[in-house]
């Protein structure tokens, strides 16, 4: 079955709404990939709610991942990478796994999107030459099954449609009915958009719909896919929402130095999340800081 | 004078020997954050491979840029020629018309082309957790050529069998990858150390060469597996002019010599990289 259509044309949410699409136990799908894109003002929001019991799924994340891993926020986790990239291994991810504390199925990274796509088209599997020879195989076989090509005979793996609860986006611009444009680095969002069951997209800004129909060709998910969106400037930080502003660095260091332990790390939760998203950005440089992650996205040297 | 530079570090060497092995035409892509398998592109694109077309991030046929810590994501956007997001690029340059390179750094890697980016240990309770392999497992056996690159050439990372396969070449020889749909092409470990290639299933890795200043027994007692060591020449050594176009104009900053600090001194190396790089913006 295919979700329902999403018809109203008023979606504008604020972040404290989003306890009405996300509840206690849903299976969470994240947007972005790497450090880039990834919904940070909505995960900031899940901890400031006090959602719990998370079953998680990322393709590709990094810190938003390690956040919620760390705030407690996560039971289960479906992911294909996690890493921290040039700041190190994801520290609370590392914990929580070698400890033995967080369920988790390391699932590779083109079987999630293949599940994503067959949610998205409504039939149950979609089949590829998938990981062969890989253990990932072995220790999720429920995940993975071999099938024979009904027209060649040539053997392929099948995986299975992956249908989130929510998905959890954050994107350039949007208009208040929910048309999303993604501009920059784009992880599999949209794919994610099509395989939830709700879909809750951040924007940097929130404009009249004559400014989307000026760039249609930057118009990625469109409004009936989408049940609520928020205006959250910096939604990304600190990933980056390219060509807007890069990622952080310096706070990507702060972040890997007090993700380090399970003390520095409480207190990062207190000094940065627990308040509003006003105060992060203060917390975190204000204005003048975030000024130069812009600078930083605008110029650059082509040879 | 000789053509080829005097005074190199290890980090460029490995960088040009990566570039070498782009050749004419290739598609390539960019994984993760590697700053030295993208240096290496675009020292190949700017010299001897023209033609070649990269994708980063979801820039399709990106420019040559300056390589920078902050803003290459940016960079590498701006210059391209299209935004493909990652199911796209999937579709069209992985499970479509194929990837010829893609430099994958793992922590373990075996005499079999297998890698291991998951754990060490026991998978369920590990000594050590690793990021995952993201599209590793899938496409290490497309590409037409594999290729690892290991800053730290040691017995712990190149060992006979790793804990984990994350991803694996799966067929090697030609006849084998051609019967199953796959493009014929080598397994090489581009080290610190020494190019070690593997073309056939059941024989074992051959050290191609060594680099300069390395001793064939130093590779052999720092690898965990049988090597095949006859005749084996020097690694070509950089040029004068690979040397100043990395120095001058790609990587002004160092970042190819990222992966080559240990996990201690990196964010020290970025902290640097990046006051330079604010001051270069008059900020």
Sequence with gaps: MKKERVLNQNKVGKLSDITKLIKDGDRVAVGGAWLSSHPMALIRQIIRSGIKNLSVITILGS??????????????????????????????????????????????????????????????????????????????????KTIKCPFTGEEMVAVPAIK???????????????TIQIEGTGGSDLELAKAAERVIVSVEEIVPTEIIRENPYKTKIPRFYVDMVIEAPFGAHPTSSIPTYVGDPWHMITYSEMAASPETFRQYVEQY??????????????????????????????? | MSQ???????????????AREVEDGDILILGS??????????????????????????SVDAMPFKLTFASYEAAATKGGLARWNMTECINSLYLGTGVD????????????GNINISVVGDYQKPMLRG?????????????????????NHTKRTLVPKVDFITGTRWRIGREARTKAGLRPGPIKYITNLAILTKEEENVPFRIESVHPGVKVEDVINNTGFELIAKDVP??????????RLLREVIDPYGMVAFDFKSGKERLGYLRDILNKEVEALGY
Excluded at chain 1, 166 to 173: G, L, T
Excluded at chain 2, 101 to 110: F, L
């Design chain 1, 63 to 144: 810190v938003d991942i390690d956040l919620m891993v760390g705030a407690g926020c996560v039971d289960r986790l479906m992911f294909s990478f996690v890493s921290l990239e040039a700041y190190g291994l994801p520290p609370n991810f590392r914990r929580a796994i070698e400890k033995g504390n967080l369920k988790y199925d390391e699932i590779t990274g083109l079987a999630i999107i293949l599940g994503f796509e067959a949610a998205g088209r409504g039939i149950p599997f979609l089949p590829y030459r998938g990981p062969f020879g890989s253990d990932c195989v072995q220790q999720r076989p429920e995940f993975y």
């Design chain 2, 131 to 151: 990021p995952g392999g993201a599209g590793a497992p899938e496409v290490v056996k497309m590409h037409r050529k594999m290729l690892g690159y290991f800053p």
């Design chain 2, 101 to 112: 390179v893609e430099p994958i750094s793992s922590i373990q890697a075996d005499q079999y």
């Design chain 2, 4 to 18: 080829y530079a005097e005074e190199y570090t290890i980090a460029e060497l490995v960088c040009v020997a990566v």
């Design chain 2, 234 to 243: 020097e690694t070509e050594k950089p040029t004068r002019e690979q040397i």
């Design chain 1, 164 to 178: 989130p609860d929510v998905a959890i986006i954050h994107a350039q611009r949007s208009d208040s009915s929910g």
């Design chain 1, 273 to 303: 999340v627990m308040r509003s998203e006003d105060e992060y950005l203060e917390a975190v440089g204000g204005l003048k800081h975030l000024n130069l992650l812009k600078k930083l996205a605008r110029e650059v040297k082509l040879l």
């Design chain 2, 33 to 58: 954050f590697t700053p030295l398998a993208f240096v290496s592109y675009i020292l190949a694109k700017i010299t001897h491979a023209p033609n070649i077309m990269y994708m980063a991030y979801s």
